[in-house]
């Protein structure tokens, strides 16, 4: 059974927006955070790592194929 494509298409989409903060908090990471951080700051971007990790993990699961159930 295959997938509806416009399924795959909003998982794309909303697995590409959820990645966004982990691009951020990586970025803002090199430009000048990592020389002495806050607590508080670490905190948010651990939370933006766990977000983008899902965002990773859906992106892999639109683009994954589906497992054949004809069997």
Do not use: E, Q
Request: with cysteine; net charge positive.
């Amino acid at each position: 059974m295959n997938r509806h494509p416009i399924l795959t298409i909003l998982m794309a989409v909303a697995g590409v927006i959820l990645l966004l903060p982990g691009v951020c908090a990586a970025g803002f990471m090199v430009l000048g955070g990592l020389r002495n951080p806050d607590s508080s700051i670490i905190g948010l971007w651990l939370v933006c790592f766990m977000i983008a990790a899902g965002g990773a993990l859906l992106l892999y699961t639109a683009f994954r194929k589906p497992p054949d159930t004809n069997t």
